[in-house]
Structures are given as C-alpha cells and as structure tokens.
C-alpha cells in the first residue's frame, strides 16, 4: 500500500529557509498529485498547495505563494517543499498527502519550529 | 480564504451516536464533494470517507458519511473511547482553485 515517508524536525531562525523530503513507496509516483497541509500548534488543517510529479505542475495557496517552492524527483519518486523567509507563524507540522479526488495517504509529519 | 464551517466540539456518550456536520457552499462541498478526516493528537489524519459517502477499505462501518445539498455529515454510531479525536471535513473549492478544509470538530466521548 502507498507509504509517504517525510524527512525529521527542522529548528530554523527567523528568515532563514527549510527544505522538507516527502519520499513515496508502494504506487504509482507519477499518478497522483502530492499535496501539502499544514498544522500550527493547536490549530487546525491548511492547504499549502500541491504538485503533480509528471510534469511538475504547480498550484499554491494564495497566502504561500512567493515563499513555498514544490519541486518533485521521479528518479528517487520524492517530492519537496521549501520555504523561505521563515517566520514565527510558520512554526507548525507539515504533511505530504496522497491526492486523486481525495488525500488518502499520508505522511507522518514534520515538525518545523522557527525560533531565535 | 474561506474554508469549510463546523463546530468546534460534540460530545456524547459512549456507545451513543454522533453526527458531526460541515457546512460548505455550491464552490465546494456542492461540486464535487467532500472528505472527512479523523486525526488522534499526535498523528496524521486519517481518511474516513471520501465522495461524500464512501469508505476506504479497512474503515469500520460504525462511521458512515451523507450529504444534503451544501453539506455533508458524518455519523459514528457505537461510540467508543478510541473515537474521541478531531474530524475535518476537505472539500476542493472551484471558485478559489484550492483545497479548503473544515476548522475541526473535536469529538469527546464521555
């Protein structure tokens, strides 16, 4: 079955960049569009945006566009989201789901922290 | 932007049943449907139902989903102690070309 596997906890300053791995196993890499969901301490689910690993379509949220860059590998079938200009609002749990019509896989999360 | 509307907290008894709502417009949850996620604190969501009223395969039949115009529910019935979490609702919304979600029922079992 599909297994999303993303890379460990991120300690960034403010300003800096982070660049976070989301590695797929057990389907088609190319067939499916990945999408990232954030998670702010306490709060609830955010759409970041999403790519499409075959040809490296792109769509982001409205608030994250400028400072979120997906880009996919389809020779190591992993996908990454980087983000730059890191504030303190960005500290929060980033997923990487699975999506065709609906996110049926998800990864484990990786827990950025902005912090001086 | 705009997302899904539910309300933060349900709680009912154990082996009561609940249903949980999520109200969205014609954009999204009346386009092409919506999701329901289930998230224990700590871990990743976790699908539940998709379409409006399918199941994934390994869900148990205790959580069924329906729709009614712009809204979709998700009904749990048996309620046990392992099903107190938070459930989003997701829906793709066609006017602001993105996903949006719910803002999270937190479901307690008493």
């Known amino acids: 079955q599909a297994q999303l596997v993303q890379s460990g906890s991120e300690v960034k300053p403010p300003g800096a960049s982070v660049k976070v791995s989301c590695k797929a196993s057990?389907?088609?890499?190319?067939?499916?569009?990945m999408q990232w969901v954030r998670q702010a301490p306490g709060q609830g689910l955010e759409w970041v945006g999403l790519i499409h690993p075959s040809g490296g379509h792109t769509n982001y949220a409205q608030k994250f566009r400028g400072s979120v860059t997906f880009t996919a590998d389809t020779s190591t079938n992993t996908v990454y989201m980087e983000v730059s200009g890191l504030r303190f609002e960005d500290t929060a749990v980033y997923y990487c789901a699975r999506e065709l019509g609906t996110m049926d896989s998800w990864g484990q999360g990786t827990l950025v922290t902005v912090s001086s | 932007q705009a997302g899904l509307t539910q309300p933060p907290s349900v709680s009912k008894d154990l082996r009561q049943t609940a249903t949980l709502t999520c109200n969205g417009t014609s954009n999204n949850v009346g386009y092409l449907g919506a999701s329901w996620l289930q998230q224990h604190q700590g871990h990743p969501p976790k699908l539940l139902a998709y379409?409006?009223?399918s199941r994934p395969s390994g869900i148990s039949e205790r959580f069924s989903a329906s729709k009614s115009g712009n809204a979709v529910f998700l009904t749990i019935t048996g309620l046990q102690a392992e099903d107190e979490a938070d459930y989003y609702c997701s829906a793709w919304d066609s006017s602001l070309n993105a996903w949006v979600f719910g803002g999270g029922t937190k479901l307690t079992v008493l």
């Open positions: 379409r409006d009223a």
């Open positions: 057990g389907y088609s890499f190319t067939s499916y569009f």
